[in-house]
């Protein structure tokens, strides 16, 4: 109770002096939603469905690397990891409905979830034993090399 009148007391001053009021609502009419058939049978979902697999993938490794630097190190990484989690999140939600609407989104956003999530299972036990068969080094190199191609798949699936 005390935690919830601090964090009162602090935000809603904050949120009075710096809200704007609410956009006026517009009507003009959206285009129509893409259905998931089309959705998955299209290069730029599964482009960015790749690219959300290996920013997955990447974060998820960079923390179990971390946690051979020690303490610190590994905390800063689950950090990171979790901003990044928290990121990718909302631009999963939003890349998805802008690009396919919103009547098969659940459908949509569920086939990327699959893949995310995969990624999320695996790659614990899979960054460990490719560091134990290459080394941290190359595990570390082989990361980023991942991150660019994730970069690269996205943008690529926002210019088809």
Known sequence: MVLALILAAITIPIHALVLRPAPEVRTEKRAASASAADALRSAPFWLLSAAFFLATFTGIAMTVLALRLGTAATITGLVVLGMGNGMTTLARATL??????????????????FFTTGARAGEPVGAAVYAATVGYATLLWTLAACAVVAAVLAFRAETL
């Not at 998805?96 to 979830?113: C, K, L, M, N, P």
């Open 96 to 113: 998805i409905a802008d690009r396919h609407g919103a009547g098969s989104y659940g459908t949509i956003a569920g086939v990327v979830a």
